[in-house]
Protein backbone atom coordinates (compact mmCIF):
# COMPACT_ATOMS: atom_id res chain seq x y z
CA UNK A 1 0.00 0.00 0.00
CA UNK A 2 1.28 3.95 -0.42
CA UNK A 3 -0.37 7.14 0.86
CA UNK A 4 0.93 9.73 -1.41
CA UNK A 5 -0.92 9.97 -4.97
CA UNK A 6 1.89 12.48 -6.04
CA UNK A 7 4.27 9.49 -5.68
CA UNK A 8 2.23 7.41 -8.43
CA UNK A 9 2.64 10.50 -10.90
CA UNK A 10 6.03 10.81 -10.55
CA UNK A 11 6.45 6.74 -10.67
CA UNK A 12 4.29 6.70 -13.99
CA UNK A 13 6.34 10.17 -15.53
CA UNK A 14 9.50 8.54 -14.76
CA UNK A 15 8.70 4.92 -16.21
CA UNK A 16 7.15 6.89 -19.37
CA UNK A 17 10.32 8.74 -19.42
CA UNK A 18 12.84 5.53 -18.99
CA UNK A 19 10.55 3.84 -21.97
CA UNK A 20 10.31 6.96 -24.14
CA UNK A 21 14.51 6.85 -24.27
CA UNK A 22 14.80 2.86 -24.50
CA UNK A 23 12.10 3.20 -27.12
CA UNK A 24 14.20 5.97 -29.36
CA UNK A 25 17.37 3.57 -28.79
CA UNK A 26 15.00 0.71 -30.11
CA UNK A 27 16.58 -1.27 -27.50
CA UNK A 28 12.65 -1.83 -25.71
CA UNK A 29 9.84 -4.23 -26.33
CA UNK A 30 6.77 -2.61 -26.83
CA UNK A 31 3.89 -2.69 -24.47
CA UNK A 32 1.10 -4.03 -26.38
CA UNK A 33 -1.93 -1.68 -27.10
CA UNK A 34 -4.58 -3.71 -26.52
CA UNK A 35 -2.80 -5.39 -23.42
CA UNK A 36 -4.20 -2.54 -21.11
CA UNK A 37 -5.05 -4.13 -18.32
CA UNK A 38 -2.74 -4.03 -15.67
CA UNK A 39 -2.26 -6.46 -12.91
CA UNK A 40 -1.34 -6.04 -9.14
CA UNK A 41 2.52 -5.86 -8.20
CA UNK A 42 1.47 -6.46 -4.29
CA UNK A 43 2.81 -2.98 -3.41
CA UNK A 44 -0.10 -0.61 -4.49
CA UNK A 45 -0.07 -0.10 -8.00
CA UNK A 46 -0.65 -2.20 -11.15
CA UNK A 47 1.74 -2.80 -13.62
CA UNK A 48 1.26 -3.98 -17.55
CA UNK A 49 1.82 -7.32 -17.73
CA UNK A 50 5.15 -7.66 -19.31
CA UNK A 51 7.26 -9.35 -16.87
CA UNK A 52 4.46 -11.57 -15.00
CA UNK A 53 3.00 -14.46 -16.82
CA UNK A 54 -0.71 -13.02 -17.18
CA UNK A 55 -2.89 -15.29 -15.34
CA UNK A 56 -4.72 -18.45 -16.99
CA UNK A 57 -8.29 -17.57 -16.11
CA UNK A 58 -10.54 -14.72 -18.10
CA UNK A 59 -11.62 -12.11 -15.84
CA UNK A 60 -15.26 -11.81 -15.47
CA UNK A 61 -16.61 -8.67 -16.27
CA UNK A 62 -16.99 -7.46 -12.62
CA UNK A 63 -19.64 -5.33 -12.18
CA UNK A 64 -18.78 -4.27 -8.49
CA UNK A 65 -15.61 -2.41 -10.00
CA UNK A 66 -13.58 -5.71 -9.47
CA UNK A 67 -12.92 -8.82 -11.15
CA UNK A 68 -11.85 -12.75 -10.29
CA UNK A 69 -8.88 -13.42 -12.41
CA UNK A 70 -8.85 -17.29 -11.51
CA UNK A 71 -6.25 -17.60 -8.87
CA UNK A 72 -6.52 -18.51 -5.16
CA UNK A 73 -7.96 -16.95 -2.32
CA UNK A 74 -7.31 -18.31 1.32
CA UNK A 75 -11.02 -19.47 2.02
CA UNK A 76 -10.83 -21.23 5.29
CA UNK A 77 -9.87 -18.84 7.55
CA UNK A 78 -6.34 -16.94 7.22
CA UNK A 79 -3.58 -18.02 9.74
CA UNK A 80 -0.79 -15.29 10.74
CA UNK A 81 2.67 -15.33 12.10
CA UNK A 82 4.51 -12.44 12.66
CA UNK A 83 8.20 -12.25 12.51
CA UNK A 84 9.03 -9.35 14.84
CA UNK A 85 12.77 -7.90 13.00
CA UNK A 86 15.17 -6.00 14.28
CA UNK A 87 14.51 -4.65 18.01
CA UNK A 88 11.58 -4.43 19.40
CA UNK A 89 12.47 -4.35 23.06
CA UNK A 90 9.86 -2.45 25.23
CA UNK A 91 7.47 -1.68 22.32
CA UNK A 92 4.09 -1.76 22.71
CA UNK A 93 3.77 -2.57 19.33
CA UNK A 94 3.92 -6.10 20.15
CA UNK A 95 0.52 -6.26 22.24
CA UNK A 96 -1.08 -3.78 19.68
CA UNK A 97 -0.69 -5.76 16.67
CA UNK A 98 -1.30 -8.88 18.13
CA UNK A 99 -4.87 -7.37 20.14
CA UNK A 100 -5.66 -5.90 16.32
CA UNK A 101 -5.06 -9.87 14.48
CA UNK A 102 -7.12 -11.19 16.77
CA UNK A 103 -9.72 -8.89 16.81
CA UNK A 104 -10.25 -8.88 13.40
CA UNK A 105 -11.73 -12.46 13.80
CA UNK A 106 -15.00 -12.27 13.29
CA UNK A 107 -15.30 -8.50 12.97
CA UNK A 108 -17.58 -6.80 10.72
CA UNK A 109 -14.65 -5.35 9.59
CA UNK A 110 -13.10 -8.32 8.10
CA UNK A 111 -16.39 -9.89 7.21
CA UNK A 112 -16.01 -7.36 3.88
CA UNK A 113 -13.86 -10.21 2.52
CA UNK A 114 -16.61 -12.68 2.63
CA UNK A 115 -17.63 -10.93 -0.36
CA UNK A 116 -15.06 -12.37 -2.48
CA UNK A 117 -15.10 -16.08 -3.52
CA UNK A 118 -12.99 -18.45 -5.58
CA UNK A 119 -14.72 -20.05 -9.12
CA UNK A 120 -16.79 -22.83 -7.39
CA UNK A 121 -18.84 -20.00 -5.93
CA UNK A 122 -16.91 -20.54 -2.25
CA UNK A 123 -16.28 -17.47 0.09
CA UNK A 124 -13.73 -16.21 2.45
CA UNK A 125 -13.96 -16.76 5.70
CA UNK A 126 -14.31 -14.75 8.63
CA UNK A 127 -11.90 -15.45 10.63
CA UNK A 128 -8.13 -14.56 11.76
CA UNK A 129 -5.63 -16.80 14.13
CA UNK A 130 -2.48 -15.16 14.70
CA UNK A 131 -1.37 -18.84 15.39
CA UNK A 132 2.97 -17.81 16.04
CA UNK A 133 5.21 -15.04 16.71
CA UNK A 134 9.17 -14.66 16.55
CA UNK A 135 11.95 -12.15 16.95
CA UNK A 136 14.76 -11.71 14.18
CA UNK A 137 17.67 -10.14 15.84
CA UNK A 138 18.61 -8.41 12.64
CA UNK A 139 20.18 -11.76 10.50
CA UNK A 140 19.97 -9.22 7.22
CA UNK A 141 20.97 -6.23 8.91
CA UNK A 142 19.42 -2.53 8.42
CA UNK A 143 18.45 -2.44 5.10
CA UNK A 144 16.44 -5.12 3.50
CA UNK A 145 16.54 -5.83 -0.04
CA UNK A 146 13.04 -7.95 -1.23
CA UNK A 147 14.77 -10.30 -1.20
CA UNK A 148 15.93 -10.45 2.03
CA UNK A 149 12.59 -10.18 3.27
CA UNK A 150 11.86 -13.35 1.60
CA UNK A 151 14.41 -14.86 3.45
CA UNK A 152 13.29 -13.89 6.73
CA UNK A 153 10.67 -15.69 5.71
CA UNK A 154 11.69 -18.62 4.34
CA UNK A 155 14.72 -18.99 7.14
CA UNK A 156 12.08 -19.23 9.97
CA UNK A 157 10.45 -21.91 8.37
CA UNK A 158 13.48 -23.54 6.93
CA UNK A 159 14.73 -23.56 10.59
CA UNK A 160 11.44 -24.93 12.18
CA UNK A 161 10.77 -21.45 13.83
CA UNK A 162 7.30 -21.25 12.46
CA UNK A 163 5.65 -24.06 10.73
CA UNK A 164 5.03 -24.02 6.65
CA UNK A 165 1.58 -23.03 6.33
CA UNK A 166 -0.31 -22.50 2.88
CA UNK A 167 -3.23 -20.59 4.67
CA UNK A 168 -1.04 -18.09 6.26
CA UNK A 169 0.38 -15.21 5.56
CA UNK A 170 3.87 -14.32 7.33
CA UNK A 171 4.36 -10.93 8.19
CA UNK A 172 7.80 -9.56 8.20
CA UNK A 173 7.37 -6.31 10.84
CA UNK A 174 10.32 -4.04 10.77
CA UNK A 175 11.80 -1.85 13.27
CA UNK A 176 12.56 1.60 13.21
CA UNK A 177 15.78 1.93 12.16
CA UNK A 178 15.37 -0.73 9.38
CA UNK A 179 14.76 0.19 5.98
CA UNK A 180 13.14 -1.64 2.99
CA UNK A 181 15.53 -0.66 -0.12
CA UNK A 182 12.69 -1.08 -2.61
CA UNK A 183 11.01 2.28 -1.75
CA UNK A 184 9.30 1.57 1.75
CA UNK A 185 8.52 5.57 2.85
CA UNK A 186 8.59 6.73 -0.98
CA UNK A 187 6.73 3.81 -3.08
CA UNK A 188 4.63 1.94 -0.45
CA UNK A 189 4.31 1.83 3.39
CA UNK A 190 3.35 -2.41 2.97
CA UNK A 191 3.55 -5.18 0.46
CA UNK A 192 2.53 -8.71 -0.17
CA UNK A 193 3.79 -11.54 -2.10
CA UNK A 194 4.29 -15.23 -2.72
CA UNK A 195 6.67 -17.61 -3.39
CA UNK A 196 7.64 -21.37 -3.18
CA UNK A 197 9.12 -22.35 0.31
CA UNK A 198 9.84 -25.96 0.38
CA UNK A 199 7.20 -26.63 -2.21
CA UNK A 200 4.68 -25.07 -0.49
CA UNK A 201 3.16 -21.40 -1.86
CA UNK A 202 3.34 -19.12 0.97
CA UNK A 203 2.16 -15.77 1.60
CA UNK A 204 4.03 -12.88 2.88
CA UNK A 205 4.49 -9.29 4.01
CA UNK A 206 6.51 -6.55 4.73
CA UNK A 207 5.27 -3.80 7.16
CA UNK A 208 7.96 -1.74 8.32
CA UNK A 209 7.71 0.80 11.73
CA UNK A 210 5.54 4.14 9.56
CA UNK A 211 7.98 6.18 12.86
CA UNK A 212 10.41 6.37 9.82
CA UNK A 213 8.08 8.13 7.90
CA UNK A 214 4.86 9.59 9.51
CA UNK A 215 4.01 12.02 6.76
CA UNK A 216 4.01 9.61 4.51
CA UNK A 217 2.95 6.69 6.17
CA UNK A 218 1.13 7.08 9.56
CA UNK A 219 -2.78 8.98 9.17
CA UNK A 220 -1.91 10.56 12.84
CA UNK A 221 1.74 11.02 14.10
CA UNK A 222 1.04 13.61 17.13
CA UNK A 223 -0.95 11.04 18.93
CA UNK A 224 -2.87 7.97 17.96
CA UNK A 225 -5.28 5.72 19.92
CA UNK A 226 -3.37 3.36 21.91
CA UNK A 227 -0.37 5.96 22.52
CA UNK A 228 1.91 4.49 19.93
CA UNK A 229 1.65 6.14 16.50
CA UNK A 230 4.47 3.59 15.02
CA UNK A 231 1.95 0.84 15.86
CA UNK A 232 -0.91 2.41 15.33
CA UNK A 233 -0.12 3.00 12.08
CA UNK A 234 0.90 -0.47 11.33
CA UNK A 235 -2.36 -1.84 12.65
CA UNK A 236 -3.80 -0.01 9.27
CA UNK A 237 -0.87 -1.51 7.11
CA UNK A 238 -1.18 -4.79 8.30
CA UNK A 239 -5.12 -4.42 7.96
CA UNK A 240 -4.85 -3.29 4.38
CA UNK A 241 -1.86 -6.25 3.54
CA UNK A 242 -3.98 -9.25 5.06
CA UNK A 243 -7.04 -8.83 3.42
CA UNK A 244 -5.16 -8.42 -0.15
CA UNK A 245 -3.73 -11.66 0.80
CA UNK A 246 -6.99 -13.39 1.74
CA UNK A 247 -8.45 -12.12 -1.65
CA UNK A 248 -5.62 -12.09 -4.22
CA UNK A 249 -2.94 -13.94 -2.30
CA UNK A 250 -0.94 -15.03 -5.62
CA UNK A 251 -1.89 -12.19 -7.09
CA UNK A 252 -4.08 -13.58 -10.12
CA UNK A 253 -7.59 -13.46 -8.27
CA UNK A 254 -9.31 -10.21 -7.16
CA UNK A 255 -8.12 -6.94 -8.69
CA UNK A 256 -9.19 -4.04 -10.69
CA UNK A 257 -8.42 -2.96 -14.55
CA UNK A 258 -5.48 -0.73 -12.48
CA UNK A 259 -4.51 -3.57 -10.73
CA UNK A 260 -5.89 -2.04 -7.70
CA UNK A 261 -6.61 -5.26 -5.20
CA UNK A 262 -9.33 -4.72 -2.73
CA UNK A 263 -7.64 -2.79 0.14
CA UNK A 264 -6.15 -0.43 -2.64
CA UNK A 265 -9.32 0.63 -4.03
CA UNK A 266 -10.09 2.16 -0.31
CA UNK A 267 -6.56 3.64 1.15
CA UNK A 268 -6.33 6.29 3.71
CA UNK A 269 -10.02 6.17 3.61
CA UNK A 270 -11.27 5.92 6.82
CA UNK A 271 -14.83 6.82 7.39
CA UNK A 272 -17.04 7.51 9.80
CA UNK A 273 -14.69 8.49 12.85
CA UNK A 274 -14.86 9.08 16.21
CA UNK A 275 -11.94 11.09 19.19
CA UNK A 276 -10.61 8.41 21.45
CA UNK A 277 -10.36 9.73 25.65
CA UNK A 278 -6.49 11.04 24.52
CA UNK A 279 -7.86 13.25 21.74
CA UNK A 280 -6.75 11.15 18.84
CA UNK A 281 -9.20 9.62 15.85
CA UNK A 282 -9.92 6.44 15.61
CA UNK A 283 -12.59 4.68 14.05
CA UNK A 284 -13.13 0.90 15.42
CA UNK A 285 -12.84 -0.73 18.67
CA UNK A 286 -11.77 -4.31 18.81
CA UNK A 287 -10.63 -6.41 22.05
CA UNK A 288 -10.76 -3.19 24.31
CA UNK A 289 -8.62 -1.11 21.91
CA UNK A 290 -9.50 1.46 19.81
CA UNK A 291 -7.68 1.65 16.21
CA UNK A 292 -7.85 3.99 12.90
CA UNK A 293 -8.14 1.52 10.16
CA UNK A 294 -8.51 2.15 6.50
CA UNK A 295 -11.79 0.77 4.56
CA UNK A 296 -11.70 -2.20 2.59
CA UNK A 297 -13.87 -2.74 -0.69
CA UNK A 298 -17.17 -4.16 -0.36
CA UNK A 299 -17.40 -6.73 -3.35
CA UNK A 300 -21.64 -6.10 -3.50
CA UNK A 301 -24.13 -3.91 -4.52
CA UNK A 302 -22.07 -2.11 -6.83
CA UNK A 303 -19.23 -1.76 -4.83
CA UNK A 304 -18.20 0.14 -2.32
CA UNK A 305 -15.40 1.03 0.44
CA UNK A 306 -16.79 0.36 4.15
CA UNK A 307 -15.60 -0.20 7.61
CA UNK A 308 -18.14 -2.82 7.70
CA UNK A 309 -20.54 -5.71 5.73
ZN1 LIG B 1 -2.30 -2.99 -1.43
Redesign the pocket.
Given at each position: ?RKIQKTVMAVVSTAGLVLAAHAMAGTVRQYSQKNSELVPTGK?WGEAALHAARPSGKAKPGSNGISYHGGPLILNGTHVYYIWYGNWSGNTATTILANAASGLSGSPYFNINTTYYNGSGVHVTNAVSLLQTMNDNYSYGTALSDSNVLSVVSNAISSGALPSDSNAVYFVLTSADVNETSGFCTQYCGWHNHASIGGVDIKYAFVGNPDRCPSACEAQSSSSPNNNPGADGMVSIFA?ELE?ATTDPDLNAWYDNRGY?N??KCAWKFGTEYTTSNGSLANMSMGGYNYLIQQNWVNASGGYCALQY
Open positions: MGHEEAD
